[in-house]
């Protein structure tokens, strides 16, 4: 082995080794839905340089030895495998989460990788380009679909931003598929349909049909509305009942620095009467609202309406989740 040989190896593994800690330690800032998307696509690209380094790796230490260049790429392909294996399983007890859809980036990424770096391989020409020409023009089609896959969730998610930002200071109207992204339920299921027939109020073609199941706190959160809320002076929302009797929806409004206490964010019941009510909150309510400190109005993080233990199933319809200045009437 020569120096230079000997050099390589030695900068190779150390470059290894701090992808592998960096993999383990460090985290993109910020934990949104976006945020997340990318990281979890991040996997990928990072898989596939390391697949590649662990590929250099190897072709120095048995490069002269294995003639059949193909088992230095198997490999390398194992070598990342295991890595992405291992780092998965050591989030079971680490503060992560392991996720078999990370794995699946890691593995989709490194023989993405590999594959390219093997088609662009003038020693693999004659063993297996040449030799099976469909080999290319498959191994490009199959890095484009992992390309993709990896890719889509980011553009949706991206395009859930716009559209919540462009809309703004309407946070919820039902209107688009976009915001279904940032709905979620508990005991409690969500779909958009025509207002009631008995709906005087028309904020659009359709509005939320929030059905609430038997259950301790079934309900609705909208996660990660446009957290930026000053400069307005009410949070409002429609909401009609169809049946005769008044019910209790309680709405929790948390920014960003709450600490999981019922003190530390707001909480307001109000009486759904039948018929249609419009709900009016004023936001210095809801910023004086923690016991011991205001709460951040541009660091809003989510809303949550819920009844608490009904005796039975019913429904409420909901629209136009809105911030407004004046009033709020």
Not at 115 to 135: A, E, P, S, T, V
Not at 140 to 157: A, H
Not at 216 to 234: Q, S
Request: charged share 20%; proline share 5%; aromatic share 14%.
């Amino acid at each position: 082995m020569t120096i230079k040989t000997g050099s390589s190896i030695i900068l190779l593994t150390v470059v290894v080794v701090t992808l592998i800690i960096a993999l383990n330690t460090i985290n993109l800032p910020g934990n949104t839905y976006l945020i997340r998307a990318i990281h979890n696509a991040g996997h990928f690209p990072f898989f596939g340089v390391l697949s590649l380094l662990l590929f250099a790796l190897i072709s120095l230490f048995f490069g002269d030895i294995i003639r059949n260049r193909l088992w230095l790429y198997i490999m390398a392909f194992i070598f990342s495998s295991a890595i992405g294996i291992l780092h998965e399983f050591s989030q079971i007890i680490g503060p992560r989460d392991a996720d078999v859809w990370d794995l699946g980036r890691d593995i989709s990424g490194a023989a993405s990788f590999l594959g390219l770096r093997m088609i662009c391989d003038r020693k693999m020409r004659d063993f297996l380009m040449n030799r099976y020409g469909f080999i290319k023009p498959l191994i490009v089609f199959m890095v484009l679909i992992l390309i993709l896959v990896n890719i889509i969730p980011i553009v949706i998610w991206g395009g859930a931003y716009i559209y919540r930002d462009r809309n703004f200071p309407l946070i919820c109207g039902f209107e688009s598929v976009w915001e279904n992204k940032f709905l979620n339920t508990q005991s409690a299921e969500i779909r958009r349909s025509f207002p009631p027939e008995n709906w005087d109020y028309r904020g659009g073609h359709q509005v939320g049909k929030l059905t609430f199941y038997k259950a301790y706190y079934p309900g609705l959160e909208i996660e990660e509305p446009y957290p930026d809320w000053t400069g307005y002076d009410f949070f409002t929302f429609m909401v009609f009942m169809e049946t005769d009797s008044a019910v209790h929806l309680t709405v929790r409004i948390e920014d960003s620095y709450h600490n999981d206490e019922y003190e530390d964010r707001f909480n307001g019941t109000f009486i759904i009467e039948p018929g249609l009510n419009k709900i009016s909150v004023p936001l210095d309510e809801i910023r004086m609202a923690p016991a011991a400190r205001d709460m951040d109005m541009s660091k809003i993080r989510s809303i949550h309406l819920f009844a608490f233990r009904p005796s039975e199933k019913f429904a409420l319809y909901f629209d136009d989740f809105r911030l407004e200045k004046g009033s709020g009437q």
